[in-house]
């Protein structure tokens, strides 16, 4: 769908666990909508924080948060890759960005443990790679609260 031009702002929320493809589609909706991707890894390496540092990660995506609402309140489409795997912080960001008159996406991105664990091996061989174990990526597995068909309900429908 490339060309489209959102009327008004929009938030999208991409969902998934490492190796998910969240960086591959933000880049691709970045570029077709257009729309502002705001990625925390990125910011963080960026800054020179280490990935796994979660208090550094807690600031850099209350940072990106206060970005992304300036940006919406300005109309912009704004992708957001934190993750989310906690039905919480998606239910507090889609109340807050409805707040300033934006429609909100979910976007989730369900893949096989299977196919997670062999797209996170290859990338863990990258150069610069943040190595994510077997034994760590079980344990983000474990804690993702897969959204549920009623979640998903209360979302708006996916542009491009």
Known sequence: MSGVVPAGPRLILLCGLPGAGKTTLA??????????RLCPDEWMVDLGFDRFDGRARDR???????LAQELMSQGAVVILENGFWDRAERDEKRRLAR???AAVELRYLAVSSKELHERVGRRNQEPGAAVITPELLRECEASLDV??????ELFDDPLG
Not at 60 to 66: A, H, I, K, S
Not at 147 to 152: H, M, R, S, Y
């Open 27 to 36: 880049r691709r909706l970045a570029q077709e909508l257009p729309a502002v």
């Open 60 to 66: 850099v995506e209350q940072r990106l948060w206060l």
């Open 99 to 101: 707040s300033l008159g």
């Open 147 to 152: 959204p549920t068909d009623e979640e998903l």
